[in-house]
C-alpha cells in the first residue's frame, strides 16, 4: 500500500512580509510609492466636505464615467455607463470584483488558472464554495492549444465541480507574462467549443514593457459576450488600502456581480471614489510616465540579479520579477530564509504552484522607491558573499 503525498506547504507571503523590514521588503505585491498629491489632496476635501455616506453598490456615477472612458481609450472596447443591466461596476479592488464573480458564477463549479498562479484566485474560490484546477506551463511559460482543450474538455464533463471558466492574467501574477494574441486566441477558442466564461485579471495592464502589447481578451472576437474582466487601481495609483477597482462585461455578466455586491460590502468608499474620478483621466500621460519609471527599476534590479546569476524570464512587464536563483541552489525556500537573516527577501516560486517544478524561483515585487531597491540589492548582495 502505498502513502498519499504529503501536502505541498506553500510559503505563506503575508508572514513572510512581516519578517523583513521594510528596507528589504520584495515581497509583497504592492506599490510602496507615495499617492499622487493631487489625489491625496481631492480625497482630503471630499471627506472634510462630509461627503462620506453610502453610495450605490455600482460606484460613483462619475468614477464608472472616467473608467469608461480610460477603457475606451486604452482597451479599444466601448462600455455603456448608460445602459442596462449595468456594463460596469467599480468594486472594493480587484478582490471584491473576484469574490463577486466567485458568488455569481461559480459555487459547485471550479475555474481553471494557469500555473503559476496568483493565490487569490484560488483561495477566492475556494472559500466561496468553488474549486481551482490549475493548468501548467512549460519551462517558457508556454503551452499548446491541444493540451488546453484536452484539460478543459475532461474538466467541463466531470460530475462533480464541472469547469464553468478560464482565468486569464495578463500580464500576470507571479511571473509578469503578457499572453500574446496568439495564446489569447487559443483561450478564446477553447472558451467558446465549450461554452466556459473567461474571467481575465487585467490589474498589471500599465506595466507593459516588451514587444507583446496587452491585448484584453474581451476586445477578440466573440468574446464581449462571455467575459468580465477586473481591474483595479490599487497598483497603478499606489491606493491599494484604497481598495477600489472594478468589473466590467455585458450587462447579464455584470448585473448578478452587482448583486453580490451589494450584499457582501454594500458599497465601495464614497469619497475615494469621487476623489479618483476626478484625477484619472486629467494627465494624459500618467500612465507611459508609470510604465517608464517601472521599466527603469526593472532594467536596474534585473541586470544587478544577472550579474549575481540569478535568470531573469524575459516577461514582457515590469511590476514583478520572476527569477530562477542562482545554479548553486535548487530550492528559492531556504534560499529566501538565508535572505531574510540579512534583513530582504521576495517570495519562493513554491507559493504559486502545486507542483515542484517552480521550487527554484523567486518573485520579486520592484514597486518600491529607487533607494529601497538600491538598499535591498545591497543585502542581497552581503547574503551571497
Known amino acids: 500500500m502505498t502513502e498519499a503525498k504529503a501536502k505541498k506547504i506553500k510559503p505563506d507571503i ?7 523590514p521594510p528596507s ?29 455616506h453610502y453610495g450605490g453598490s ?19 472596447i466601448e462600455v455603456d455607463v448608460d445602459k442596462q443591466p449595468l456594463e460596469i461596476m467599480v468594486t472594493n479592488g480587484g478582490t471584491g470584483a473576484l469574490i463577486g464573480i466567485t458568488n455569481s458564477y461559480l459555487r459547485g463549479k471550479s475555474a481553471l488558472v494557469f500555473e503559476p498562479y496568483y493565490p487569490y484566485h484560488r483561495k477566492i474560490l475556494e472559500e466561496f464554495g468553488a474549486k481551482t484546477e490549475t493548468f501548467e506551463l512549460d519551462a517558457e511559460l508556454k503551452f499548446e492549444k491541444d493540451a488546453l482543450l484536452r484539460k478543459c474538455k475532461e474538466l467541463k464533463d466531470r460530475n462533480e465541480f464541472p469547469l464553468k471558466a478560464i482565468i486569464v492574467c495578463s500580464p500576470a501574477n507571479p511571473s509578469g ?15 467558446q467549443e465549450l461554452d466556459l466564461m473567461v474571467i481575465s485579471d487585467e490589474v498589471y495592464e500599465h506595466y507593459v514593457t516588451g514587444e507583446n502589447p496587452h491585448i ?33 462585461g455585458k ?17 465601495p468608499a464614497t469619497p475615494l471614489q469621487a476623489a479618483l474620478s476626478k484625477v484619472l483621466m486629467a494627465d494624459e500621460n500618467y500612465y507611459t510616465k508609470l510604465r517608464d519609471k517601472f521599466d527603469g527599476k526593472r532594467r536596474f534590479f534585473s541586470g544587478e540579479l544577472t550579474a549575481l ?27 529566501n530564509e ?23 524561483y523567486m518573485r520579486i515585487c520592484i514597486a518600491r522607491e529607487d533607494s529601497v531597491l538600491e538598499g535591498a540589492m545591497e543585502k542581497i548582495k552581503a547574503a551571497l558573499r
Not at 504592492?30 to 462630509?50: G, M
Not at 460606484?59 to 477603457?71: C, E, F, H, Q
Not at 447579464?252 to 451589494?262: C, D, F, M, Q, T
Not at 535572505?339 to 517552480?358: C, I, Q, R, Y
Open 14 to 20: 503575508r508572514a513572510i512580509t512581516r519578517l523583513v
Open 24 to 52: 528589504g521588503n520584495l515581497v509583497q505585491g504592492q506599490s510602496e510609492l507615495p499617492i499622487d498629491p493631487q489625489l491625496a489632496r481631492e480625497a482630503a476635501e471630499i471627506i472634510a466636505a462630509s461627503q462620506n
Open 58 to 76: 455600482e460606484g460613483d456615477a462619475s468614477l464608472r464615467k472616467a473608467v469608461a472612458a480610460k477603457i475606451r481609450k486604452y482597451n479599444g
Open 177 to 191: 507574462k503578457v499572453m500574446t494574441k496568439t495564446e489569447l486566441e487559443i483561450i478564446a477558442e477553447v472558451a
Open 216 to 248: 484584453p481578451i474581451a476586445s477578440l472576437p466573440e468574446m464581449w459576450e462571455r467575459t468580465l474582466t477586473v481591474n483595479s487601481f490599487s497598483k497603478s495609483w499606489n491606493i491599494s488600502g484604497w481598495r477600489l477597482g472594478y468589473c466590467y
Open 251 to 267: 450587462g447579464e455578466l455584470v448585473a448578478p456581480v452587482n448583486s453580490a455586491a451589494n450584499v457582501i460590502y454594500v458599497c
Open 309 to 335: 546569476g540569478f535568470q531573469i524570464y524575459n516577461s514582457g512587464s515590469a511590476f514583478y520579477l520572476w527569477t530562477r536563483i542562482p545554479e548553486e541552489f535548487s530550492d528559492a525556500l531556504p534560499f
Open 338 to 360: 538565508m535572505l531574510m537573516k540579512n534583513g530582504v527577501a521576495g517570495t519562493p516560486g513554491s507559493a504559486f504552484a502545486d507542483t515542484d517544478e517552480w521550487d527554484a
